[in-house]
Antibody, heavy 122, light 107 residues
Framework: QVQLQESGPGLVKPSETLSLTCTVS??????????WGWIRQPPGKGLEWIGS???????YYNPSLKSRVTVSVDTSKNHFSLKLSSVTAADRAVYYC??????????????WGQGTMVTVSS | DIQMTQSPSSLSASVGDRVTITCRAS??????LNWYQQQPGKAPKLLIY???SLQSGVPSRFSGSGSGTDFTLTISSLQPEDFATYYC?????????FGQGTKVEIK
């Protein structure tokens, strides 16, 4: 059974870069049926898709964040990563990693990590 | 971007009630619409995909309908564990977007 686990600092200083990693267990990140993505949720607010990556390296970013976001994949470590630069207090949120299944059956975020809270403060 | 708009933003209902949540897309998305349930402090969980298909393990009291721009999530008989926030999400474009959420609260 595939599981995702986020890891990274819970506190980032303003103007610095937020870096998170999502480790995939129980399955290969190199499967051709899946994309791997990041979604965030500010406290008390809704879900915002940040960006996604295919195992081949193709990336897709939310236009509102595109200038600050990089999503990368390391197939040898079976994990993918998020970097968000020049963070401000508005980037304080729970960050989720998720698997997006783009298969003949469905196109949806079907497996999610538990989420990790990131606070931006000096 | 494809904008997703849910209504209502919140609702109060009693156990046993029939509940309907709507989601509207800013352009036609065919049936590329998913619904998620999020319990407080938990990650979202996929409930319905492709507008009307129930994800494995999801109770049959949940159902989805619609195509094009207008979609509906229905809970036929609300149970205590269904009090949560529900989100729609379009998968028509690879610039994925979510609705703003509908919080279902206990009356």
């Amino acid at each position: 059974q595939v599981q995702l686990q986020e890891s990274g600092p819970g506190l980032v200083k303003p103007s610095e870069t937020l870096s998170l990693t999502c480790t995939v267990s129980g399955g290969s990140i190199s499967s051709s049926s899946y994309y791997w993505g990041w979604i965030r949720q500010p406290p008390g607010k809704g879900l915002e898709w940040i960006g996604s990556i295919y195992y081949s390296g193709s990336t897709y970013y939310n236009p509102s964040l595109k200038s600050r976001v990089t999503v990368s994949v390391d197939t040898s470590k079976n994990h993918f990563s998020l970097k968000l630069s020049s963070v401000t207090a508005a980037d304080r949120a729970v960050y989720y990693c998720a698997r997006y299944s783009g298969s003949l059956i469905y196109d949806a975020f079907d497996i999610w990590g538990q989420g990790t809270m990131v606070t931006v403060s000096s | 971007d494809i904008q997703m708009t849910q209504s209502p933003s919140s609702l109060s209902a009693s156990v046993g009630d029939r509940v309907t949540i709507t989601c509207r897309a800013s352009q036609s998305i065919s049936s590329y619409l998913n619904w998620y349930q999020q319990q407080p402090g938990k990650a979202p969980k996929l409930l319905i995909y492709a507008a009307s298909s129930l994800q494995s393990g999801v109770p049959s009291r949940f159902s989805g309908s619609g195509s094009g721009t207008d979609f509906t999530l229905t809970i036929s008989s609300l149970q205590p564990e269904d009090f949560a926030t529900y989100y729609c999400q379009q998968s028509y474009s690879t610039l994925w977007t979510f609705g703003q959420g509908t919080k279902v609260e206990i009356k």
